[in-house]
């Protein structure tokens, strides 16, 4: 693959080289092309391929979408290479990722439902993944049509598919026989973890911050309650996505209805509270999460609440009363949990999170934490919310 795709090689290196070099990125870009070409032709695809294209913004992942004919048709598929920094495990990611769809597909066309989910398109030679000369690990999966994404809601209704879909995910996925999932990427949501190395960082101030930031180390000091709040050993072990934004739930164009959940690769044991808790904070917020007018950062409580009776719809039956009685509560932990990762990076340096300006990671801890206080004056009021919704429901 000539190496445009080796270890520690950013895919569009060359938008960089192209501000100033045109014709340097102009060459990149029609050997990556050539190259997805080239991979594409090693999946088992109807038709040949015609054109592909760079699709969607993920900071993980390079992804593309495949054009194919046949005799009376245009197909679209989704290429993806699977970035091996990250997930040090591809070829177990994509086990995890098989038997997920397969038994999401199979829960599907038993209850002749019109949802959809993830199709894995295998390759010439069986597998579900594609190795190049390189190392690079790819999969291809069938384009889901008719659905849109949105990074946030653009109304409470949207919240509430995206949590009622979210539910049905973990319901489904709760009787998938077989030996448990790979950890994709161990300990992801272990509070405590992430509150010991941002001690850790503290104290030894590698970028010489730390006295930058003292009003925010002592904020994340005081709530260190919250670190031991919710531990995944607490609470059922179920099959859970582990990261649920808005975005990876895709919403069908005419009814707005949820009818697919997408971006697979953390699907693993863990606990269902914090499913709901992120997308709780990504959605249930007045702004974004690096939002520097901290005059817009405000919880949004008639959001929650839409979130909620979702969420309780399609869940409510598989959790117990343990875990309803955490939803409250799950939101400020993990928020609590990723102002903690961003302010450990920036004291580490940003060698982690992708920053796109001085101080963004700072921004983002700040957005976080007025987020948290946002959650914290508003608990009350999500409590009652809670009983409101779980009344109905027979819990375990």
């Known amino acids: 693959m000539q190496g445009l795709f080796k270890k520690g090689t950013q895919l569009f290196l060359g938008l960089t080289l192209g501000v100033f070099y045109p014709l340097i990125f102009q060459a990149l870009a029609q050997q990556t092309e050539s190259l997805i070409y080239e991979i594409g032709a090693q999946f088992q695809l109807e038709g040949h391929i015609i054109s592909t294209e760079v699709h969607g913004n993920g900071n993980v992942n390079d992804t593309f979408l495949l ?11 989704t290429l993806q290479r699977i970035n091996h920094e990250v997930f040090k495990d591809p070829e177990g990611l994509m086990n995890n990722f098989s038997r997920v769809t397969r038994h999401l597909q199979a829960k599907i066309e038993e209850e002749r439902s019109s949802k959809e989910c993830l199709r894995v398109v295998s390759a010439r030679d069986g597998r579900a993944f594609h190795r190049d000369s390189d190392g690079n690990f790819w999969r291809v999966t069938r384009f889901v049509d008719g659905g849109r994404s949105y990074d946030v809601p653009e109304n409470d209704r949207q919240a509430y598919e995206a ?61 260190e309650f919250l670190a031991d709040k919710i531990k995944a050993e ?18 069908h164009k005419s009814t707005g209805e949820g009818m697919c959940v997408v971006d697979l690769d953390t699907v693993m044991p863990g606990c269902a509270l914090h499913d709901f808790g992120d997308l ?3 959605a249930a917020c007045a702004s974004v999460e690096d939002e520097v007018d901290l005059d817009k950062v405000r ?22 009363s343990r875990e309803v009685g955490h939803l409250a509560l799950a939101p400020l932990v993990i928020t609590y949990e990723l102002g903690l990762r961003f302010l450990t990076d920036y004291l580490e340096g940003d060698v982690y999170f992708k920053v796109k300006r001085p101080g963004h990671n700072l921004d983002r801890v700040r957005a ?14 999500m409590e009652d919310i809670v009983l409101r919704f779980s009344a109905t429901k027979s819990l375990a």
């Open 234 to 251: 607490d609470f059922p072990v179920r099959v859970v996505h582990n990261d649920t934004k808005l975005n990876n739930v895709l919403l």
């Open 280 to 282: 709780v904070r990504t």
């Open 368 to 381: 976080q934490f007025k987020l948290l206080v946002s959650m914290e004056e508003s608990l009350e009021e």
């Open 299 to 320: 919880f949004l409580p008639e959001t929650y609440g839409s979130i909620v009776e979702g969420y309780m719809e399609s869940a409510g039956d598989m959790l117990d």
């Open 163 to 223: 949590a009622k879909a979210y539910g049905e995910f973990q319901a489904k996925l709760s009787d998938m026989p077989g030996e448990p999932l790979l950890d994709t990427i161990p300990d992801f949501h272990n509070t405590r973890m992430r509150f010991e190395n941002f001690r850790t960082a503290v104290e030894r101030d590698e970028a010489g911050r730390s006295s930058e930031v003292g009003d925010l180390v002592e904020f994340a000091l005081e709530r």
């Open 67 to 77: 054009f194919c004919e046949d005799e009376d048709s245009l197909n679209r598929y």
